[in-house]
């Protein structure tokens, strides 16, 4: 069994900065993709970014210049910084590990339960 566990969530006034960080467990041989996606009430989940295996990012244009996601130390591992937080940005952040192998026939998608990120003005 996978699961995603986040951290990093909290309250923060706008212009500050938050370091989200999601770990994988479980038996994982590999891994396509590992990203970050949120869900602000009333609305559906997007994509905030993402990181392939090769190191190839990509970005919602509205976090460009302010978010930086990269793999963490840990294996298994993605991190998201960030930068000059705005309350629009307020969400429950989700992370995705994407095309997941564990030794079954099919890769599979995970995501874990979500943490909120609160910008106050």
């Known amino acids: 069994q996978v699961q995603l566990v986040e951290s990093g969530g909290g309250l923060v006034q706008a212009g500050g900065s938050l370091r989200l960080s999601c770990t994988a467990s479980g038996v994982i041989f590999s891994i396509r993709a590992m990203g970050w996606y949120r869900q602000a009430p009333g609305k559906q989940r997007e994509l905030v970014a993402l990181?392939?295996?090769?190191?190839?990012?990509t970005y919602a244009d509205f976090v460009k210049g302010r978010f930086t996601i990269s793999t963490g130390t840990a294996k298994n591992t993605v991190d998201l910084l960030m930068n000059s937080l705005e309350p629009e940005d307020t969400a429950v952040y989700y992370c995705?590990?994407?095309?997941?192998?564990?030794?079954?026939?099919?890769?599979?998608?995970?995501w874990g339960a979500g943490t909120l990120v609160t910008v106050s003005s």
């Open positions: 990181i392939t295996n090769s190191g190839s990012t």
């Open positions: 995705k590990a994407a095309g997941v192998s564990t030794g079954r026939i099919y890769a599979m998608d995970y």
